[in-house]
């Protein structure tokens, strides 16, 4: 598995209590929002985010097809840097493939570079004895390339890299190999090409949608730094709870977006001065529903939905909007409650002053076990000073 690919995976148990936040997300609310948000482009976005399959996933199986179809014990993509000139293996299979992945070469070396300035595809019956071989990657690897066939990678008329085939098994590649190479690299920069046009939409569409959560938190907000703070806590308290390094940046836009759904809260309600009535926290709960609803189903975006949707739930199933409990709640949306109640206790809101930082400590431990999950709020104490110089640092 390539590192590209594992950081589409995700923990088992994590993956498994997302049925319980879909059923809420389900739920057939009217909201103000689904009303005035371009509902259209919404499912247009995210019908193309659907349709698109795994890319790395693609391109493995296509590369594994074409090793076994050439008999080549390895292959690789590489893809050229245009910032810094260089040919990067994006993809490699064979034995030697994870250090491959961290090797640059300049794009005017090698048998790679060649083809890649050439635009011509390359056969190369021995690599010992051809002038243009690049023996630094060999030599990093330990890997004895023996023979190679190079192609290019064209889109639009550009290249954007070059792909290769690596020692025949029991011989020496054929014109008829070449052939069949250079048609397998036109459909392999089709896919890539795919890849490149669905990041760009997916990263248009987290930053709309984290656009909106920045123009809204300035509502009820003095300073609209809280959802830049939530999302600081959680990613230096993460590690801990077993997220990875490539999660983070995720994990962190994903808590920013918690409270996206107020925006279809009236400002009567969000901005009143005083204690909310019944009625009037009935209509403030269905932020965390709303707010799934905004996300919309993009699987992409399952992390910030799953926090927009479960933050207000409690350990003891006191919460809303469904009443989850315990580690049915995920993983995220427990944090997120710990972070997001400091945060709100140690702030101004409309409606409330901030408390000092003994009394906020006292309410969150109040709440040990009931409110929140006792582990995580452990580890939220253990490390209260660290949370309280965030505090301070971003306010
Ligand atoms: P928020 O202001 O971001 O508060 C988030 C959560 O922090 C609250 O979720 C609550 O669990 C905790 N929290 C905030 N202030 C206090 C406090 O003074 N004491 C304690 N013990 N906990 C506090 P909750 O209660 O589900 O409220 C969700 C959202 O509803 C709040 O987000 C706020 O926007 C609104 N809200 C809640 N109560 C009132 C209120 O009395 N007046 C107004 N205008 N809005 C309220
Ligand atoms: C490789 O070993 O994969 C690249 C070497 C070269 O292109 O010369
Ligand atoms: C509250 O919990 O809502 C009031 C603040 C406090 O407990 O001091
Ligand atoms: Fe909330």
Request: with cysteine; net charge positive.
């Amino acid at each position: 598995m390539t590192k590209k690919k594992s950081q589409k995976k995700r923990a088992a148990p994590r993956q498994a209590k997302k049925t319980k936040v879909r059923a809420a997300k389900a739920a057939p609310r009217k909201s103000r929002a689904s009303q005035t948000y371009d509902a259209s482009t919404q499912n247009r976005i995210i019908k193309l985010i659907n349709s698109s399959l795994d890319i790395d996933e693609v391109l493995n199986l296509s590369m594994d097809l074409m090793e076994n179809s050439l008999n080549a014990t390895a292959s690789s993509i590489l893809l050229h840097d245009p910032d810094t000139n260089e040919l990067k293996f994006y993809l490699a299979t064979g034995e030697k493939k994870d250090m491959l992945k961290v090797i640059r070469m300049p794009a005017d070396k090698g048998v790679a570079g060649r083809c890649f300035q050439t635009g011509r595809t390359l056969l190369i019956p021995d690599a010992a004895k051809s002038p243009f071989f690049y023996k630094a990657v060999d030599d990093k690897t330990k890997f004895v390339t023996k023979n190679l066939i190079a192609t290019p990678l064209p889109i639009k008329g550009k290249r954007i890299g070059v792909l290769e085939v690596l020692n025949k098994s029991g011989g020496t590649f054929t014109k008829h190999d070449e052939q069949r190479l250079k048609n397998m690299a036109q459909e392999i920069s089709v896919a890539i090409e795919n890849a490149r046009l669905y990041d760009e939409v997916k990263n248009a569409y987290v930053q709309s949608m984290l656009n909106m959560a920045k123009a809204e938190r300035f509502r009820d907000n003095d300073t609209g730094l809280h959802i830049e703070r939530c999302g600081e806590y959680a990613t230096r308290l993460a590690p801990e709870l077993g997220y990875e390094e490539r999660e983070l940046e995720n994990l962190r836009v994903s808590m920013m977006m918690h409270d996206i759904g107020k925006v279809a809260i009236p400002d009567s309600i969000l901005l009143k001065p005083g204690r909310l009535d019944e009625a009037e926290m009935d209509v403030m709960k269905t932020h965390t529903t709303k707010g799934g609803q905004i996300l919309g189903q993009a699987p992409l975006l399952q992390l910030a939905i799953e926090i927009a949707t479960c933050h207000h739930e409690k350990w003891d199933g006191s919460g809303y909007p469904q009443g989850l409990k315990g580690e049915v709640i995920p993983l995220s949306a427990r944090l997120l409650a710990i972070i997001d109640v400091f945060d709100a206790l140690s702030s101004k809101r409309p409606y409330k002053d901030p408390f000092p930082p003994s009394r906020v400590k006292e309410i969150l431990i109040e709440g040990r076990g009931t409110h929140f999950d006792p582990n995580i709020l452990d580890l939220f104490l253990g490390r209260f000073q660290e949370m309280c110089a965030i505090l301070k640092n971003m306010s």
